[in-house]
């Protein structure tokens, strides 16, 4: 049997030593880097070789990649790497890895032309300076032999590990029966739809209520077409923590149908929820788990890869056993397993880790996108970035060392633009390129000192950095589909100052090619309708299919009642409060149970609860606040106890409008006092003109697809099994509104109250 490895891949596995260092991590954009290593291969003479693609055996392990460059003349293969900060301070195992990969592609090149001996370089450009640091070392095929051997052969021992584990997942996948016997109504024509979008290549868009079992509907069967696909790995993403814990219940559902099962899948967690050591640098000086990291992750890697599912607490368990970093143990495990759950944002952002991996390694993909209408508000949020100038005022007023004639020389940039805002609040069609530059020798500065005193830089300038890194790195994406705005309000001292904003409004351009990247991407939610505005925002391709599955619901189970004498418009909240609350406590009264009752904001939210307590304190009630932490959340849910009584209110489109699931009596029914459209604000009323001007639907793509796609998730929270029953009660006149019913459910039947 034969294995094949990337260059990269097999260095990083094999050549990595010592700590876990991040203090000299090079900040050049993607960008930057590609920018960078072209002006490198430029300057080259005509001879020079650039990209080279070559591939070399050990036994039965093939290695491939491509070497960045080679001079004939000089008889000098080029390794170029981009950075930022004084090379000096580059940590020795950075240097160590380098060299690495340069020498096995100068084993691969010395074989495939058959030369004796050739001079490696690793070229470093400083990608602020433009200038070139080369180091070179000469070295004879026959040590670069020796070399090559010896990581292949380190390498090949696990690869036939993972061989032979991939093989016995292969027939046991074959084997492989739907771990509940039956499919549910609906569920099967999911299932089978997913599998045929992956047989074909295609994307899908599923829209699927819940109570079909859509997390394992979609699951199984790329589980089913791993094998005659060639999948190299599932990716289940979800926008929110219960949606990686729904799809960890249902692996284990499939091991527990399958004990002998030899798949393998991971939970990835963010840092700051995996950190053993918060506040605290990740390298060996600073904290224990990164000293000799690289050192102890050879022990800790092969426990891990004997767990069937490695969940954040399986994770943490093998990590404190080695002394080693969760967060970076899980990481490393994503090279090694078949299926990741992990938020959308390991796929999605722009340095995405798992779509990193992906490309780096050739990697086949299915990709799940779990609860998919939010994936256009969180794309949204990666691609955006903002500064505030009382963050810069603050800086120069603590008079950090090093860097404050640049940030006077930033903030002369900023004032420039203050000055030409004669609103409070203005769109902006070309981008400041001085006022760029000031901002990219900001970062400089800052990462100089960052690679000279890592832990002694102050947390309010490593704030600024990053979000300065941030906005550099959007504007290089800047198009039609951002807006550049200017807000501008009264700081301290009456002194007016103001925020600059990249905001996304379209990230078709950044999420499409994601989409498109892996062998078959299905969306799928509850609320997936209209299917041209996610397809648009979304950037799927054209080819994508849609399937809307069949409800495994009948109207009678759910009572939508339409109140439309009631206005829940900002201009009538006054005159609305006493009809909500009599609408609640009649329906209360008519029926005792747990019910939800949903507001556009906390402020009217308050207003109503204090109106029904004050009219009628035998209802128990209680109140989503502000800012609730995961324990105060968690205790909000824990009220709605089976055959309880009560009614809790909540912010529409918060953290109990969706994802929350309370079957049975532990709610009956949902009252929803608002037609969820964003508010009207100079923001949004650009964000509209845009979006008539690329789509021809301002109103509808900005406020009111968003408003009901709310309005629908909050109502789903009241039927969640076949055997439930409720009431969902909409209050507001549009509701009666044509093209607003034509947005529910099929299933619903909704009556005139």
């Not at 070295?139 to 993972?162: G, K, M, P, V």
């Not at 868009?205 to 190299?232: C, N, R, S, Y």
């Not at 709610?667 to 964000?687: C, D, K, S």
């Not at 109103?699 to 009431?727: C, E, H, N, S």
Request: hydrophobic share 40%.
């Amino acid at each position: 049997m034969s294995y094949c490895v990337a260059v990269r891949a097999l260095c990083e596995f094999c050549a990595k030593v010592g700590d876990l260092d991040l203090r000299f991590t090079p900040s050049p954009t993607a960008q930057e880097g590609i920018s960078g290593h072209q002006r490198v291969v430029g300057r080259r003479g005509l001879d020079y070789e650039a990209e080279i693609t070559l591939e070399g055996r050990f036994g039965p392990l093939q290695v491939r990649g491509r070497a960045d460059g080679y001079d004939p003349r000089l008889n000098r293969l080029e390794e170029i790497k981009t950075h930022r900060g004084d090379l000096a301070r580059q940590p020795d195992n950075h240097r160590q890895l380098h060299w690495a990969q340069a020498k096995v592609y100068g084993w691969l090149l010395c074989q495939q032309r058959q030369l004796a001996a050739i001079d490696l370089a690793l070229v470093y450009l400083d990608v602020d300076s433009d200038t070139q640091t080369v180091i070179e070392q000469p070295c004879s095929a026959a040590d670069l032999e020796a070399f090559f051997n010896d990581l292949c052969a380190r390498f090949l021992h696990w690869a036939e590990q993972q061989s032979q584990r991939v093989a016995l997942r292969d027939s046991g996948l074959q084997a492989l029966a739907f771990p509940h016997g039956q499919f549910r109504r609906g569920q099967r024509e999911l299932a089978e739809t997913v599998y045929k979008a992956v047989s074909t290549g295609r994307c899908l868009m599923a829209q699927a209520t819940t109570g079909i079992g859509k997390t394992l509907g979609t699951l199984f069967p790329l589980l089913k077409a791993v094998v005659p696909q060639q999948l190299d790995k599932i990716y289940f993403l979800t926008a929110k923590t219960p949606g990686r814990a729904l799809a960890l219940e249902a692996l284990q559902q499939v091991h527990a149908s399958a004990p002998d099962l030899a798949l393998r899948s991971l939970e990835l967690v963010a840092r700051d929820k995996a950190c053993e050591f918060p506040g605290t640098a990740c390298h060996g000086e600073a904290c224990p788990l990164a000293k000799g990291f690289y050192d102890r992750l050879p022990a800790a890697r092969q426990v891990a890869q004997a767990v069937a599912i490695l969940d954040k607490a399986a994770v943490r368990e093998i990590a404190q056993a080695h002394q080693v970093c969760p967060y970076y143990l899980g990481q490393e495990m994503a090279r090694w397993v078949d299926v990741l759950v992990a938020d959308y944002n390991y796929y999605f952002d722009q340095s995405a880790l798992l779509f990193g991996l992906a490309q780096l390694n050739q990697w086949r993909l299915a990709v799940l996108v779990d609860e998919a209408h939010n994936l256009v508000e969180r794309a949204r949020q990666m691609y955006s970035a903002s500064l505030d100038q009382w963050q810069l005022q603050s800086l120069r007023r603590s008079k950090p060392a090093g860097i404050g004639s640049t940030l006077d020389r930033l903030n002369r940039q900023w004032n420039a633009l203050h000055k030409a805002q004669v609103v409070p609040y203005r769109v902006v069609d070309e981008l400041p390129e001085a006022f760029l530059k000031a901002l990219q020798q900001c970062i400089g500065q800052i990462q100089e000192q960052l690679n000279q005193q890592p832990a002694g830089i102050d947390p309010t300038v490593l704030q600024f950095f990053f979000q300065a890194l941030q906005f550099v790195r959007i504007s290089e994406l800047y198009d039609a589909h951002f807006l550049f705005d200017i807000s501008t309000r009264e700081g301290p001292g009456k002194r007016s100052l103001s925020t600059l904003c990249l905001r996304n409004v379209v990230p078709a351009a950044q999420i499409g090619p994601r989409m498109a990247a892996a062998r078959s991407t299905t969306l799928f939610s509850a609320t997936l309708g209209p299917r041209r505005y996610y397809a648009d925002l979304l950037g799927m391709p054209a080819d994508t299919g849609w399937l809307e599955v069949a409800s495994p619901f009948a109207a009678e189970q759910l009572n939508v009642q339409l109140v439309n004498q009631v206005s829940t418009r900002f201009q009538h909240r006054a005159a609305s409060l006493a009809p909500i609350a009599a609408l609640i406590a009649t329906q209360y009264a008519a029926e005792p149970g747990n019910y939800l009752a949903f507001f556009s904001s906390f402020e009217y939210l308050q207003q109503v609860a204090d109106r029904l307590a004050n009219e009628h304190p035998e209802i128990p009630q209680w109140r989503q606040a502000s800012g609730m932490d995961e324990a105060q959340r968690q205790a909000f849910l824990d009220r709605f106890v089976v055959q309880g009584r009560g009614v809790g209110f909540a912010v529409l489109g918060g953290a109990f409008g969706e994802g929350v699931d309370l079957p049975g009596t532990r709610l009956i029914g949902a009252f929803v006092a608002t037609l969820g459209l964003p508010q009207v604000n100079p923001v949004n009323e650009q964000i509209k003109q845009r979006m008539n001007r690329l789509f021809g639907a301002g109103f509808d793509y900005t406020y009111l697809y968003p408003g009901v796609q709310k309005v629908i998730q909050a109502a789903g929270r009241v039927i969640r099994g076949t055997g439930d029953r409720g009431m969902v009660m909409l209050i507001d006149d549009r509701f009666a509104e044509p093209r607003v019913q034509a947005m529910f459910p099929s299933w619903w039947a909704p009556r005139q109250k």
